[in-house]
């Protein structure tokens, strides 16, 4: 019994660790491209050429369905469209949206693709010279799922920031010419949910903010 409850907590522990973590990294490497955005931006062309070229090379050599391949191959041309204004991104544009929509749709879509392999019917199955189609290995499909339907998504979600900070007009007096700070998508998520576990635990009594509360 005691051990049951020694495992759970130790999951729980596990899981936020790992939450916080993921986190972290996540608003280190936004910093990091704030710091970096046209290699950035050169690397993310390069990325989404590669994959779409591999894209090519799995539908002519490994037999992946046409469909799906055009499909993924026209949803990495929207993505790249994000690049244009790089790293600045407008959340209600069509193309953004569009791209949300999308690595969602291509998440399920090839999800459904390895879950349910194409299988002969069975009179073809019994020939003498029929050879069985490669079903992918677990391996085979984290890896497909990894590099070619996740990787550029999230890359431009840890990349990208918000559009509100643009260089003022120029009809601005010189004192007040100044760019406004960046505001990375994903350190914009994760400040939020930091605000909302902070107002949580505040109504709970405990205060995990370090400076609430302190006079600057």
Not at 163 to 188: C, F, I, M, W, Y
Request: glycine share 4%; proline share 6%; aromatic share 14%.
């Amino acid at each position: 019994m005691f051990l049951t409850i020694l495992s759970i907590v130790g999951a729980v522990l596990g899981f936020v660790f790992l939450v916080l973590s993921i986190a972290s990294g996540l608003y280190y490497v936004s910093e990091l491209v704030e710091e970096h955005s046209e290699p950035t931006k050169r690397f993310l062309s390069k990325v989404i050429y590669g994959i779409i070229a591999t894209l090519v090379l799995l539908w002519l050599f490994d037999g992946f369905p046409f469909g799906l391949t055009l499909f993924s191959v026209v949803s990495y041309w929207i993505y790249l469209q994000n690049l244009n204004k790089f790293p600045y991104v407008q959340l209600t544009s069509p193309v953004f949206l569009t791209s949300c929509v999308l690595v969602i749709a291509n998440h399920f879509l090839w999800f459904n693709h390895f879950h349910h392999p194409k299988i002969p019917p069975l009179e073809i199955r019994l020939r003498h010279d029929y050879t069985p189609p490669h079903i992918p290995s677990f391996v085979e499909v984290c890896s497909f799922f990894g590099i070619c339907v996740w990787f550029v998504p999230f890359a431009l979600f840890v990349s990208l920031s918000a559009h509100d900070n643009l260089l003022p007009h120029h009809t601005e007096a010189p004192s007040e010419v100044q760019r406004k700070k960046n505001n990375g998508l994903a350190k914009v998520v994760v400040a939020t949910v930091r605000d909302h576990a902070y107002t949580l635990a505040r109504t709970v009594g405990w205060e995990l903010d370090p400076e609430h509360g302190r006079i600057v």
